[in-house]
């Protein structure tokens, strides 16, 4: 894998999100219930819209991306890893979901370290803070959950 | 112009002032003698006590107190009688909304309900409702039983209860008064659901519990222990093959979460379901005479800060613990569990860790706790709810020696029931779907939900509000046989 021209990353970037798109999508399709399958069809259908994104990038675009600094709940840096389960109960399903975030988010963040242009190095960065808005959404939805169940 | 002297002597007299009564206290055993035995807690009022209290009411011409309690009790009707001493007569009047008062008067939260409206509560304490609650259930229990209503003819209707806890107790109880046949299933060896499993002797006595179940059987009440709805029967069998008219389904949420931190599947780590049902309903506090071990364990963190975490760590301290911690994550603030048992598990001696999260169990090479590792926290900004969440600090990282972890994070509903009903709908968190709470009608024509199996994890008394509420909706679908489809027409 090189990472050594603008657009090696943007092919990769998109690939890693239409893999996302399909892990969730058949997760979707493997669950029972209605509800369960909203629910990762709708994390799916975030992850077309960061695919979307991540499609129409030009270093121009890369070049005007403002950085903010967004908040890490570290929810699920301290979990073990998990895997889908058809069946498996909600917080579980968002345990999955922010544990792939999170994993997405590190690996642009030690890709940065790794590349050597400025141009390469800022795209890094912008692919690890929209990862890193998504961990925190579900974070905070996981949050939330806990927060009223006393954890 | 008056003179100021004729002014002085035309104003009204004010009226002389009632002295103020202060809330009376609630006896209580010592705290460290209580620690070391699963006797009440709390001793409930005497006479004199639940009197004196009960002349602090107002009572007010639209009590706001009545419709601050989920299953409308004549609150200043039965404080009225209370003032009157005609306590058998209170408790009476409780017991035509509320059939579990002794319940209720110990384990509802009534500062967050009726006693949070009550209009004393502006200026001063409110009127202590649950503990007049409690003496007159207690009263009734010493001293005579209130008679058995008068039921009404048989209808030949069958009702099927599944889960004999405060929301299925609720609706048995209101559906045999009706004259409907009902049975209860319930998975444990025992009913009373959380009442009995989940809720310690110091905080419930079970007899309690067992005294207002032997009275819905002697209305008439069948009740079916070691019934597992969804694996000795389904509810399509009840219906289609058993001949119930009509199903409510109120299982619970006995589901345990855990951390899914590392180190959670050594020995002597539990979740608070378990650790609870060996103790309360297995009475494994009081081995050998019951047959359920437990092992003394010296140092028990309990992970969370709801009245399940509470009712753990108070019992891993009855059950001989040196030191029981309890390991938040957020502010005292934030704990979900009511003050007052906060309050008695720090009087105790319960050590608290709050803004401390765990990260990892550490254990042996025999597989046994040994360690709790754990990050401190600290709150960060405010995000756009405004809530300031916590966030670990960077290398704060400490072990605290321990031999047990019980976790008390959260449940969520068993899938049992949900996975053998196919056409029942679930909502995004796995609680069965309910038209709403005021009817309980589910997605499957003529079976109804409440409670936990609802709402996810809440009270007893918001149990048996929803318990009330599906037996009517119940009533009125076998009066009129009409459905509701999810379109929200009528169907038959």
């Given amino acids: ?151 | 112009m008056m003179s100021e002297e004729k002014q002085i002597k035309d104003a009204p007299k004010p009226k002389p002032k009632r002295p103020k009564i202060p809330r009376q206290p609630m006896p209580e055993q010592d705290a460290h003698a209580r620690a070391k035995n699963f006797d009440s807690v709390t001793l409930g009022y005497t006479m004199e006590q639940a009197v004196t209290e009960a002349t602090r009411c107002i009572q007010c011409k639209k009590p706001l107190c009545v419709p601050g309690c989920p299953v409308a009790i004549d609150i200043p009707g039965f404080i009225q009688l209370v003032k009157d001493k005609e306590f058998l007569k209170a408790a009476q009047l409780v017991k035509q909304t509320n059939l579990l008062p002794a319940v209720c008067g110990r384990v509802c939260p009534q500062e967050e309900q009726c006693e949070a409206v009550c209009v004393l509560g502006k200026k001063q304490d409110p009127v202590a409702i649950g503990r007049l609650e409690r003496y007159v259930a207690d009263y009734e229990a010493e001293h005579g039983e209130i008679p058995l209503p008068e039921l009404p003819s048989k209808t030949g209707k069958k009702i099927a209860v599944v889960g004999a806890g405060p929301g299925g107790l609720t609706v048995a109880g209101d559906l045999i008064q009706q004259g409907h046949d009902v049975t209860i299933f319930e998975a444990l060896h025992k009913a009373g659901g959380v009442l009995v499993y989940g809720i310690p002797e110091f905080r419930l006595p079970k007899a309690i519990v067992e005294r207002e179940v032997e009275y819905l059987q002697r209305l008439g009440v069948e009740l079916k222990l070691n019934h597992v709805i969804g694996k000795i029967r389904t509810i399509d069998q009840l219906m289609q093959e058993d001949g119930y008219d009509a199903v409510f389904i109120g299982s619970g949420a006995g589901l345990p979460w855990f951390m899914d931190i590392p180190g959670e599947n050594l020995n002597g780590v539990f979740s608070a379901n378990e650790y609870l049902t060996r103790n309360n309903l297995m009475k494994a506090f009081d081995f050998p005479a019951y047959d359920t071990p437990i092992k003394k364990f010296k140092n028990v963190a309990v992970i969370g800060g709801g009245n399940v975490a509470m009712d753990s760590v108070r019992s891993a301290l009855r059950l001989g613990a040196d030191n029981a911690y309890i390991i938040y994550r957020r502010g005292r603030e934030e704990m979900p569990a009511r003050t007052e048992e906060i309050d008695h598990a720090e009087h105790e001696g319960v050590k608290f860790k709050n803004l401390t999260a765990p990260v990892r169990v550490l254990g042996n090479d025999e597989g046994w706790v040994t360690g709790l590792e754990c990050l401190q926290m600290e709150l960060g900004e405010p995000d756009a709810s405004g809530r300031r969440r916590p966030i670990p600090i960077k290398g704060s990282e400490f072990v605290l020696e321990m031999d047990a972890v019980v976790i008390a994070i959260g449940t969520s509903a068993n899938p049992l029931i949900a996975q053998t009903t196919p056409d029942l709908a679930l909502n995004r968190k796995g609680y069965i779907e309910v038209e709403n709470e005021t009817t309980g009608r589910t997605s499957k024509k003529g079976v109804f939900a409440g409670g936990d199996i609802v709402t996810g994890s809440a009270t007893v008394i918001l149990a048996m509000g929803a318990g009330r509420n599906a037996a009517n909706a119940i009533q009125d679908y076998l009066q009129t046989g009409e459905w509701w489809s999810s379109n929200g027409s009528a169907e038959n």
């Fill in chain 1, 1 to 151: 894998m090189s990472f050594a021209r603008f657009s090696d990353i943007v092919t990769y970037a998109v690939e890693k999100e239409t893999e996302a798109i399909r892990f969730y999508t058949e997760a979707s399709q493997q669950e029972q219930y209605a509800a369960a399958k909203e629910t990762f069809l709708a994390f799916a259908e975030e992850e077309k819209k960061h695919k979307a994104l991540f499609e129409n990038l030009d270093p121009q675009v890369v070049a005007n991306y403002k950085f903010r600094n967004i908040a890490d709940l570290k929810r699920s840096d301290y979990m073990v890893e998990t895997e889908h389960k058809p069946g498996m109960p909600y917080v579980d399903i968002l345990r999955l979901a922010m544990k792939r975030e999170e994993h997405a988010k590190k690996f642009y963040d030690d890709c940065v370290a790794l590349v050597e242009g400025d141009e390469q190095k800022k795209l890094f960065q912008m692919l690890s803070q929209e990862e890193s808005k998504h961990k925190l959404i579900l974070e905070t939805m996981y949050d939330d959950t806990m927060a009223k169940a006393g954890d």
